[in-house]
């Protein structure tokens, strides 16, 4: 895929070094005491030279090592031998001088072949205790291998000794010194050792090293990140939350602070597919519960994330939502909105008071929306569902209201599941053909139990073999779930394992008539043992189609950002509406093993988010990351329905404590972000990043910024003024903008304007970069205009690692890293400027409040072009490098290359007027660093030279990029 301004063409160039291991027998000329105390640091031996008496070095439990010129080949160093099996002998030392490298490094020692462990500490530490032990066999230590099956540039001598050498692996060093030492000690004493504890070291041996791969930058996305909500949760029984009417993307949630409202308001988010505009919008505040269920010390105000709003659009182009409070009151909130194609304008609310008229045994609360079209059905404008949990003094059943006037007025219903206990509350997901059916699945209890399934069809509900259980579903009574075709039953095996606790996921039907569905289920019962399958209707055979999906992981060791309270936001699953092949879950263990998942943000099990398509029915699923590393959560997927070629894919991410916010329970903090899948579109492989300074940043009216004050280290005053500050260790090019650092973090600064000059025609996707701590959240809003800043924060963003960028960008200083937010879309029909609006966030009175601008990015996108002259080059990669988009004869390519011995490595191309070029280098295809600085802009068309002066020793992949400027 196209990132930004770059074209790369990669070109490996194997450099080699070392044949193998050089091998250095430790002599007493390299070897000594590790403080320096000299020869007084050992005993005689057996070498002859110095009177020889002791035949084997061993005869005193001295503490003293002995060098036995008679053992292995050509000497060894001894201790612990013979009587002294409790020595101690002090730590040795082995130099070697060598070129400034990084080095693999081993330890090689005899041991007894067939018993004894011969212990022997080695490692690049003077404190002996730090270094790893290697034995004969791995009782103490680990295990060393046969030297015999390493390859050596220089071996160890040969003959003389009938044990067999073995190795060990130390570790790498980087030597920056020309001398490699080596630290050498035997075991701890012990006063049971026996004389098969010694230690028997021969020498060291070192090859140049590979450096290891570098750890995955947190907070990575597989594509972008979008914020389509800064604040919001939603529950996973209603639905739609969220739907696409092209190009409008609309999605509802419940508020959990009062930065942008009030806490448990009901709103939603309009978000422009084609722009990235974001228009928020108000459908109620929190409903307020019924007196008698207000608890001591409680508000009247139901402040629940059950309480998200189903939405859904009508033949008429009008959209309806639906919401209520969590069981607190009998109120159904209904509201339509005043224009077709518009959800920021919505008709006066409806109320629909589920009441004893309606053939309740009482007044009863409702809760759970589920908005479901039939064209069909009712009067001539199709027929509107809206199912819903009732909860009865005698049962916890789902009901239904219709309206045959879409959406206008409503009727009294009937019910869908009859359970009568109200103990038993099933939790069932809908599904429908848009015409004449409605599908669904449903557990038995909130407990979780066994999974059934039928659907609704001509008034009744049927088993999935189409026998009627319920001919009328428009009456007051029904048939508990369990009457229907069974799906998964507890108890059932999975690789051995009893699955318990089936909760209901998602379920599908999509556009080429598969139904499939998800679900839950604990490995014995075990919260540790997280689990998601799922089932395929095969209607020829009449049966469902079950496999595991999934490990989801563990959900006991969740954690919140303060790193002790649990976090509880629920890992979900969820199935593409248009392709039910295609699924989406949350999970902190390896999907396919069930292996821990670590982030390497903080080291904790959080959630991550995977795809996984299937082309059996689910036997087999080919899973692919989406987030990884992630610094917060990722839960409570969804897949918004969009179209056959189109993926949208919602979720929240944050952190998650309880569904209430009460006196006593916090809630949640999260985002609602979304990720969409356009393959129609490609982005260019690099973000072009313009660091924001005074020659580019203004007021957002175009005023000079003048009220602006300067700090090279520490935090500006709270004076409601930008800061410049200009330390070198501190943002890109040594500068950035920051706001808000001091008590009472309560500034209010004036909107910025960042202008990026000298944008070449095309479409581009727009990104603020921002810094935040790795353990907490700044603050950063932006946007395409002043009136629509988008609020972000490091768990509505993603990090911006240097190597997404066509230009040396830092990405990471102290405990801050930077992040970029999406802002939006821009075209330019022609060359031109992109202009940013920049605000800090007045409203969030905290130590973490504050916002630390550094600049813009940039990311060209295109359509999935063309390749007009079959020459393996997009025509828009074509306009980038500036060759011929139709000649097949003229594209970007590396000319010639060159590699002699020890010098440097060339690479000749043909350079076009106002393109830069940069070569780049990789030891690994993973990590890419660029070599030298880029080329300015090409004055006219030319021949470019690119070098390395420098290659490393091992080998080595480059690469040349083309941008524009």
Not at 489 to 508: A, H, K, Q, V
Not at 559 to 586: E, Y
Not at 837 to 848: L, R, S
């Amino acid at each position: 895929m196209k990132s930004g301004f770059a074209i790369a063409l990669a070109l490996s160039l194997a450099t080699t070094s070392h044949a193998g291991v050089t091998y250095v027998d430790a002599t007493l000329a390299n070897t000594d005491n590790a403080s320096g105390g000299g020869d007084a640091t050992w005993a005689d031996g057996d070498d002859g030279t110095t009177g020889g008496t002791v035949a084997d070095g061993s005869a005193t439990n001295d503490g003293l090592w002995r060098f036995r010129s008679a053992q292995g080949n050509g000497g060894i160093w001894e201790a612990t031998s013979g009587s002294a099996v409790a020595e101690d002998c002090a730590e040795i030392a082995v130099s070697v001088a060598v070129p400034n490298e990084l080095y693999n490094v081993y330890v090689f020692y005899y041991p007894v072949t067939t018993s004894g462990d011969f212990p022997i500490r080695a490692g690049f530490s003077p404190s002996p205790n730090t270094n790893p032990i290697f034995d004969r066999a791995g009782a103490k230590g680990t295990a060393g291998q046969d030297a015999a099956t390493l390859s050596f540039d220089v071996a160890p001598p040969s003959g003389g000794e009938s044990r067999t050498l073995l190795y060990g692996l130390i570790g790498q060093v980087e030597v920056t010194d020309g001398s490699l030492e080596v630290f050498i000690d035997d075991f701890p004493a012990s006063s049971t050792g026996t004389s098969n504890d010694r230690t028997w070291f021969a020498g060291i041996g070192y090859e140049v090293g590979t450096p290891p791969p570098a750890p995955d930058p947190p907070d990575q996305i597989e594509g972008t990140l979008i914020s389509i909500d800064p604040d919001a949760a939603w529950t996973w029984y209603t639905d739609e939350r969220a739907i696409i009417d092209f190009p409008r993307l609309i999605a509802g949630g419940v508020r959990g602070k009062d930065w942008f409202g009030s806490v448990g308001d009901i709103v939603g988010t309009q978000f422009d597919l084609t722009t990235g505009q974001r228009t928020p919008f108000l459908l109620g505040p929190p409903p307020i519960k019924e007196p008698s269920n207000i608890g001591s010390g409680d508000t009247a105000e139901d402040k629940d994330d059950h309480n998200t709003a189903a939405f859904i659009r009508l033949p008429d182009g009008h959209y309806v939502s639906a919401w209520s409070s969590h069981s607190e009151n009998n109120e159904i909130h209904i509201r339509r909105s005043t224009n077709p194609g518009d959800a920021t304008a919505w008709d006066p609310e409806q109320i629909y008071e589920r009441s004893v008229a309606d053939g309740a045994s009482e007044p009863n609360d409702v809760t759970y929306h589920n908005l479901i079209y039939l064209s069909a059905e009712g009067t001539g404008q199709g027929r509107l569902y809206n199912f819903f949990r009732n909860d009865l003094a005698d049962s916890w059943d789902r009901w239904f209201i219709y309206s045959d006037d879409l959406g206008v007025t409503w009727n009294w219903g009937g019910r869908h599941t009859g359970q009568d206990d109200p103990e038993i509350r099933p939790y069932p997901k809908y599904a429908t053909n848009g015409v004449d059916t409605i599908w669904w699945i449903s557990s038995e209890d909130n407990s979780g139990q066994n999974i059934w399934s039928g659907y609704i069809k001509d008034g009744g509900n049927h088993k999935m073999d189409g026998s009627i259980v319920d001919a009328d579903i428009f009456d007051n009574s029904a048939s508990p779930v369990g009457s229907y075709t069974s799906v998964m039953m507890s108890g059932d095996l999975d690789d051995g394992t009893s699955m318990e606790e089936l909760w209901p996921r998602d379920l599908e039907y999509d556009a080429a008539g598969n139904l499939a569905g998800t679900w839950r289920a604990n490995g014995n019962g075990s919260s540790t043992d997280l689990r998601q399958f799922y089932g395929h209707w095969d209607p020829v055979g009449g049966t469902w189609i079950v496999n595991r999906l999934c490990f989801t992981g563990d959900f006991s060791v969740t954690l919140q950002q303060d790193g002790s309270t649990p976090h509880r936001g629920t890992p979900l699953s969820a199935i593409n509406p248009k392709n039910a092949n295609v699924c989406f879950f949350s999970a902190n263990a390896d999907p396919a093993t069930g292996a821990p998942l670590v982030s390497q943000a903080d080291g904790r099990r959080n959630f991550e988010i995977f795809r996984a398509e299937t082309s059996d029915s689910g036997a087999t699923w080919q899973y692919t990351q989406i987030t990884r590393d992630s610094s917060c959560h990722n839960f409570r997927v969804s897949v918004v329905p969009w179209d056959e070629d189109n993926t949208c894919v919602m979720w929240m991410r944050g952190y998650y404590d309880r569904w209430f916010f009460n006196a006593n329970n916090n809630g949640w903090d999260c985002a609602l972000v979304a990720w969409l899948d356009r393959p129609s579109e490609s982005s260019a492989p690099l973000l072009h990043y313009t660091d924001a300074d005074l020659t580019n940043t203004t007021l957002a009216d175009g005023s000079p910024l003048t009220t602006y004050t300067t700090s090279s280290s520490s935090a500006g005053a709270d004076d409601n003024q930008w800061h410049l500050r200009t330390n070198p260790s501190l943002g890109n090019n040594g500068t950035i903008f920051t706001a808000n650092e001091s008590v009472p973090y309560a500034e209010d600064c004036p909107v910025l304007k960042t202008t990026v000059p000298g944008v070449a025609p095309g479409t581009y996707d727009v990104f603020a970069c921002f810094w935040s701590l790795s353990n907490d959240d700044f603050d950063l809003m932006a946007g395409l205009t002043e009136d629509s800043l988008a609020f972000f924060q490091r768990k509505s963003s993603q990090h911006a690692p240097a190597s997404e960028f066509d230009t040396t960008v830092l990405d990471s200083e102290s405990s801050r890293r930077l992040y970029r937010g999406y802002v939006g879309r821009v075209t330019l029909p022609a060359a031109g400027s992109v202009e940013v609006f920049v605000d800090q966030f007045a409203n969030d009175a905290d130590t973490n409040s504050r916002t630390w601008y550094d600049g813009i990015a940039l990311q060209q996108v295109g359509s999935d072009d063309d390749d007009s002259d079959s020459d393996g080059q997009a025509d828009s990669d074509e306009v980038v490098a500036g060759t011929d988009a139709f000649d097949g004869g003229d594209f970007f390519a590396i000319d010639t290359f060159s590699e002699p011995d020890g010098g440097p490595v060339d690479l000749d191309l043909s350079g076009k007027a106002g393109r830069i070029y940069q070569l780049w280098r990789s030891t690994d295809l993973i990590t890419w660093t660029p070599v030298g600085p880029a080329t300015d802009p090409l004055a006219a068309d030319g021949p470019v030279s690119l070098s390395d002066p420098s290659p490393p020793a091992v080998r080595a992949f480059y690469r040349a990029s083309v941008s524009l400027p």
